[in-house]
């Protein structure tokens, strides 16, 4: 069963920073394209950032852009998000999603974690 | 960016009714590489993570009751609900993967009358 755990997220200030992570299990992690997603409180969603499954290939909405990375350790099993210039904008859940699609592939979206709240306030 | 827009926005629908979603593409998302529509339809319980119900505009996803079916091709896409179950109250949401940009639509509400 493929299970995705997202931490890191919590309260920050307007021009801070965060990382989150994600611990994957259940299924071949370095196969896999990867991704984030955002659902800001009672809003819609919102793709961020997309990786390929070496971590070669990156992807960042427009609205992300210059201010978040997206990584990835294979070695671990991990994924993360490296998010700067934080404002009240980015405050939303912030959801770990495996794609379907392999290697420098990207389709749809498979299986989704619980998700974890990031706060921006001060 | 390739924009998609959904209506309506909201629906109530009476059980055993059925309830049609439609998204339209700003761009097509028919690949004329694999003949392939790049479109994927999920839906969002409240409290929970979204859950895919179809891919390539009309592949159910595992699991998926037949009462689900998408449709649709191009710019032009569907989601029908042939007869509502009360579980089926929901918000949905159609996505396109032609880019690697991925977008979703607004999120339709799907409610029982």
């Known amino acids: 069963e493929v299970q995705l755990l997202e931490s890191g997220g919590g309260l920050v200030q307007p021009g801070g920073s965060l990382r989150l992570s994600c611990e994957a299990s259940?299924?071949?992690?370095?196969?896999?394209?990867m991704n984030w997603v955002r659902q800001s409180p009672g809003k819609g969603l919102e793709w961020i950032s997309g990786i390929s499954s070496s971590g070669e290939s990156t992807y960042h909405a427009g609205s992300v852009k210059g201010r978040f990375t997206i990584s990835r350790d294979n070695s671990k099993n991990t994924l993360h998000l490296e998010m700067n210039s934080l404002s009240a904008e980015d405050t939303a859940t912030y959801y770990c999603v495996k794609d379907v699609g392999r290697g420098d592939d990207f389709y749809h979206l498979d299986s989704w974690g619980q998700g974890t709240l990031v706060t921006v306030s001060s | 960016d390739i924009v998609l827009t959904q209506s309506p926005d909201s629906q109530s629908v009476s059980l055993g009714e059925r309830a049609t979603i439609n998204c339209k593409s700003s761009r097509t998302l028919l690949s004329s590489s694999n003949n392939k529509n790049y479109l994927a339809w999920y839906q969002q319980k409240p409290g929970q993570p979204p859950k895919v119900l179809i891919y390539w505009a009309s592949i159910r996803a595992s699991g998926v009751p037949d009462r689900f079916s998408g449709s649709g091709s191009g710019t032009d896409f569907t989601l029908t609900i042939s007869s509502l179950q009360a579980e089926d109250v929901a918000v949905y949401y159609c996505?396109?993967?032609?880019?690697?940009?991925?977008?979703f639509g607004q999120g339709t509400k799907v409610e029982i009358k």
């Open positions: 259940g299924f071949t992690f370095n196969t896999y394209a």
């Open positions: 996505q396109q993967y032609y880019s690697n940009f991925r977008t």
